[in-house]
């Protein structure tokens, strides 16, 4: 039963602003529910909140103010405030902070806009003409679904004015009706494929999981173009059937017009869609559909998670393991793991496709938490592809080149076939470092601990954790000598140069986030690519995620090693991932794949692994590492990073809190630190982390809250929880 606050009645509100705790204010003229959307003065402003409980007396009554109106919107469930409740403590982040994360729709306060509508109305015409009748016609054609005047004089083949004589007549109705409106229904269809005995088993499990009406996590592992989007796909139009909602999460990047239009082609009608491309009307009609039912498909980016759905059944997360599920400003939260826990409130189900899953994902599907289903195949005739290193050590390369005779010469074979290759650096940029050869100084960032980039297409100089850049100077900033700048080492803009010089006749296209204006033209540029308009591409990671390339047969990974030097404990795992997605890029149609790993350690049990495609060996060594060292997820961490432009503050602070670590020792937390963070200094703040690590069982949260409220960072001074951290910088 949903409480009723009759007017007057004290009721606690929880704002989207800043503060720590709910607000007493009175129940409006006609009452409110609970969970209702409202507006409420706080100070001289209107801020947004809603009716979260009864209030909790001790104010004076007769100084609570009202709230001011309560918003024309489904009021907010009780699992969603669980949700965001659970959600808030888990990540440490303050409610109002939360429901801002629930509440990313412009104008929600806004009276909905009316536009006018036409249905039929009850009398005949006086004449009935041609144009007339088929304006009639059109009208019961679409029966309920109310057009607009310039869609129905569309859909009649008529101008308006024939409308409108109907409408003086009475023959058609004009209304009001809001703006947003509910999406075109989705009808579950068939699939268009007959499925293979393993995708129909999987199907199956997943089908039957969103007919039980009950929450469960499924690992849904398979190579890339093994089918997994056609599973899932079945398991969304069981949700159909059952009428409840359905949740698709693509990383950003993989969010294509081609997914949408075959999400399209299998339900009859587009799905809405949530993600940084849409427009602010379509974001608020979304979010208002969402909440009233008129949405029944939602596809959309990490924080469609947090839209206010009635019934939600199902959340498919596709590349699971993508790090872009990882929010990493503001609410720093996981997505695939906060799917779960709303799924598991709501009692939906969740499925996590992946054709390399992240080891949290895949431990827990080994601990029996989660189930596990796997297309073993590639669909039809496609097969895996070929996999090789190519040992650096001794190809024949000269200084400042990256393609080794072998690969350019496999390059060639392709073209000349009429196939594409793929060439993979994951560095923008012209070269990591500018040397002066006089001196040996390395140009840097003056606001960062990092190196500046050269941008050859930009002809600048750019900081890649602060944006910062600067014009190429002719003289050296430390020892003042001209023209001994030099590049050093590769970005894919320098081997698209030696690309081009080595394959002149050859259509090139570099694919790099930075190259391209907006997400759409990166988007546009990719489906050009797929439809032929290149032979060569040369890419960063962004070429790694779910894009169909079906004339690719060559992947050349250029630098095999690259991640395999940093300190991050995630090094192994990324590497691995990162170089079976480029790999399965190869290859997706008839004609098969090969994929070329150049490396100068063919022997590291990483490439070994990839090459093997031995991959639970792999994933069982990662795990034994992990946790014989005990860190996530055999055991429990949280960073915590203090900012400041004031270094000797920043340290102060985080020797302080080493050391009044009591609340944390007292579950068996240690904590490490503090130490520069690796990247000491962004944006001019220094950086301090400190690292919590605790056993996996341990009430971690409930600690940390205990051990923080002992400190105030003052002034300048910043302080993030990470739970759970991803990157480590
Ligand atoms: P994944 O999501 O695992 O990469 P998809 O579901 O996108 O795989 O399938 C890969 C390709 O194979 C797609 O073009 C899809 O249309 C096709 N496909 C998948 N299953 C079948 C099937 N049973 N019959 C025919 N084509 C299929
Ligand atoms: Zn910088």
New binding site residues.
């Given amino acids: 039963m949903v409480r009723q606050f009759d007017e007057g009645a004290r009721v606690a509100v929880l704002t989207t602003q800043p503060l720590d705790r709910v607000l007493d204010y009175k129940a409006p003229e006609g009452g409110c529910v609970e969970g209702a959307f409202v507006e409420v003065p706080l100070g001289p402003r209107k801020v947004l909140g809603v009716a979260w409980g009864p209030g909790e007396g001790g104010y004076d009554a007769a100084k609570l103010r009202a709230i001011t109106r309560v918003l024309d919107a489904a009021p907010m469930r009780e699992e969603m405030r669980e949700f965001l409740i659970r959600a808030g403590e888990y990540t440490l982040t303050p409610l109002s902070s939360m429901l801002r994360l629930a509440t990313r729709a412009p104008g929600l306060g806004d009276a909905p806009t009316m536009r006018k509508v036409y249905r039929a109305g009850d009398h005949a015409p006086s004449r009935v003409t041609e144009a007339r009748a088929r304006v009639l016609d059109a009208l019961e054609a679409y029966g309920d679904a109310a057009l607009t005047l310039g869609e129905l004089a569309e859909a009649a083949g008529v101008s308006a004015s024939v409308i409108k004589g109907l409408v003086a007549q009475g023959a058609v109705r004009e209304e009001n009706s809001p703006r947003d409106q509910p999406y075109p229904p989705l009808h579950p269809g068939e699939?268009p494929?007959?499925?293979?005995d393993e995708?129909k088993c999987a199907a199956a499990e997943l089908t039957a999981g969103v007919a039980s009406g009950t929450y469960a996590t499924t690992l849904l592992k398979?190579?890339?173009?093994?089918?997994?989007?056609?599973?899932y796909l079945e398991a969304v139009a069981e949700c159909l059937r059952q009428g409840r909602q359905a949740l698709v999460l693509l990383p950003e990047i993989a969010l294509t017009a081609e997914f949408l239009a075959r999400v399209e082609a299998r339900f009859g009608a587009r799905p809405a869609e949530w993600h940084s491309g849409v427009t602010i009307t379509e974001r608020r009609r979304c979010w208002r559909m969402v909440g009233e039912g008129g949405a029944q498909l939602v596809v959309g980016a990490r924080s469609a998670l947090f839209l206010p759905y009635r019934e939600l059944g199902l959340i498919i997360v596709d590349e699971e393991h993508d790090t872009s599920y990882k929010q990493e400003d503001g609410v720093l939260y996981n997505a695939r793991d906060m799917a779960v826990l709303r799924a598991s409130i709501c009692g939906a189900q969740v499925v996590l496709?992946s054709?390399t899953p992240s080891l949290e994902t895949w431990a827990n599907a080994e601990a029996g938490k989660y189930r596990r289903l796997a297309?073993t195949r590639r669909?039809?005739a496609a097969v895996m592809p070929h996999l090789e290193a190519i040992d650096m050590r001794v190809e024949d390369l000269p200084a400042s080149q990256w393609i080794s005779p072998r690969l350019a010469g496999e390059v060639r074979q392709r073209i000349e076939a009429g196939e594409q290759a793929l060439l993979f650096l994951n560095r923008r940029g012209y070269a990591p470092v500018t040397l002066c050869r006089a001196c040996g100084h390395q140009i840097g960032c003056h606001q960062c601990d990092a190196r500046m980039v050269e941008h050859r297409f930009l002809k600048r100089l750019v900081c890649h954790q602060c944006g910062a850049s600067a014009p190429i100077p002719e003289a050296c900033p430390n020892c003042g000598v001209e023209g001994k700048l030099a590049p050093v080492g590769p970005g894919v803009e320098r081997l698209a140069e030696e690309t081009a010089a080595l394959f002149p006749e050859a259509r090139l296209a570099v694919l790099s986030s930075d190259l391209f204006g907006s997400a759409r033209a990166l988007k546009a540029k990719i489906e050009e690519i797929a439809e032929g308009a290149a032979d060569i591409v040369i890419g960063t990671q962004l070429v790694a995620k779910?894009h169909?390339f079906p004339n690719l047969t060559l992947v050349g990974v250029i630098d095999a090693d690259l991640g395999l030097q940093g300190s991050d404990m995630r090094a192994a795992e990324r590497t691995f991932q990162l170089m079976r997605q480029v790999a399965g890029r190869a290859g997706?149609k008839e004609r098969p794949g090969t994929a070329l790993l150049q490396t100068y350690q063919p022997e590291h049990p990483v490439i070994r692994a990839i090459l093997s495609g031995e991959e639970e060996a792999f994933w069982r060594a990662e795990a034994d590492e992990r946790r014989a060292a005990g860190v996530p997820p055999y055991g429990r961490m949280a960073g915590i990073v203090l900012s400041s432009p004031d270094v000797q503050a920043v340290f102060d602070l985080g020797a302080e809190m080493a050391r009044r670590d009591q609340p944390l020792r007292r579950i068996g937390a240690e904590v490490l630190g503090p130490a520069p963070a690796p990247i000491a200094r962004i944006r001019g703040r220094h950086r301090v982390r400190l690292l919590v690590k605790a056993e996996k069982a341990a009430p971690l949260q409930g600690a940390l809250a205990e051990w923080l409220a002992q400190f105030r960072p003052r002034g300048d001074l910043r302080l993030a929880v990470d739970i759970d951290p991803q990157s480590f910088f």
């Fill in positions: 699939s494929y007959a499925l293979t995708q398979g190579v890339t173009g093994s089918g997994k989007t056609e599973v496709a054709a297309l669909f039809g779910g169909n997706r």
